[in-house]
């Protein structure tokens, strides 16, 4: 089993930033994908950026550029820097990890882009 706990996320104006973090325990292995998702209200969820143990990233279209994902690996933490941030980037943003065995979800950190 793996927990996944995220930290974060709130309200910011738009063009601000904010940072979310998502710290794994449990059985980890040492090949994994960590990532986020998010699920903007009557939209199904969809995939924003994810990084793999060895630091290999890929990213949404629509964050590319404004999004980056990073993790330390000793603390098994997964972290998004989101700048720029547009209403449309208000959602659910969600903690995601893939081992061998199975893939784990995080409980979801609110992100409100307002002003």
């Given at each position: ?9 709130g ?88 081992v ?16």
């Amino acid at each position: 089993q793996v927990q996944l706990m995220e930290s974060g996320g709130g309200l910011v104006q738009p063009g601000g930033s904010l940072r979310l973090s998502c710290a794994a325990s449990g059985r980890i292995l040492s090949f994994n994908r960590m990532g986020w998702y998010r699920q903007a209200p009557g939209k199904e969820r969809e995939w924003v950026a994810t990084i793999t143990n060895l630091g290999s990233r890929n990213y949404a279209d629509s964050v590319n550029g404004r999004f980056t994902i990073s993790r330390d690996n000793a603390k098994n933490t997964v972290y998004l820097q989101m700048n720029s941030l547009k209403p449309e980037d208000t959602a659910v943003y969600y903690c995601n990890i893939l081992v061998v065995f199975g893939e784990y979800w995080g409980q979801g950190t609110q992100v409100t882009v307002s002003s």
